[in-house]
């Protein structure tokens, strides 16, 4: 009887039930370690105080017909490991019957719409846990039951998109290499991305200052508490491949000039030590100006086609240019 919630009912650590009588909310079970439901407020709230003992975890509900669990269909979309995977993916839950609320829990989501430089559409994964403020708000003020996680994901959309406009209205390009380092999770990458979305949580009511009337909280009973990036995703096959293959033409130009660089680097080095050898060899000269600049002018010519002849009596050198055809020794006789 207590699997089915029949006169007595079994309420899972961390979860809330509903108790019904006819159509009306009759009352809350709710098994939380470290909280409690306040009557006066409406609200989950930290306790200190010692949970009830339950025999077998085993709580009373009531005699049919007259009482009765709350069940409604609800859809949602899971963060887990399938079970042929060792990854976490998504797993969409369509229209399943429950009986209970999580108090918190990880729901993925799923945004489109997001725009890059060059007008290219992606999708981001997120994993936006939510705990339950208000159940009596998240179960009874929007309908049909269930459809609260609608509007929670609405606002968490509404807050990326304009979160990704906002970076391409402050003129910093919003494309393919900030969202690489998102989903790194470089260190702080993020951060202003998960403030913008816990911002739709709406702010308490202070002195003089009413509740946010928009907010989660105030809406459908529920805050964000945290905000995970998962990936991305290009929504048109095309475009991944286009941006694939301007992204590898890229890597090939920055592959050639690196090269270049590395060639140029080399020369530089060859030159510099060709400069110091004869340095070394002018200093080497000392005095003797004549020699010195017979040395420079034997090295300078050394790798080229210019013959030198050389007259005596310390006269300089005199350059003979190269001809095409034969010289005299090729035309001798014997």
Known sequence: MAR??????????????????GDSLHKLLVNIGGYDYDRELREITPSSKKKPWRPFGIYWIGLPPFKSVLRYPFSWV??????????FALIPRNREIVSSLFFRYPYGVQVRGIRLKGNIEVEITLVVTLEIVRPETTLFRIQPTGNWLGLVIAKVEEATRGWAGEKGNEGEEFDVEKLRSLAAREE???????????????HPPTEGLPESADGTRRLCGVDIISVDFQGWKFVDPDAEKAYQSEEIENRVADGVRAKADGEAARIGKVGDAEARVIAAKLNAAGGNHTLAASLAQATALQETNVRVLSLAGGTPPINTIPVDGPTADDTRED
């Open 78 to 87: 899971k963060w887990d490991k399938p079970e042929d995977s060792a990854h």
């Open 188 to 202: 702080g990458a993020a951060d202003d991305l998960r403030t913008r979305i816990m911002e739709m949580n709406g």
């Open 4 to 21: 089915n919630d029949f006169i007595i009912g079994f309420v899972p650590e961390g979860q809330i039930k509903a108790v019904l009588a």
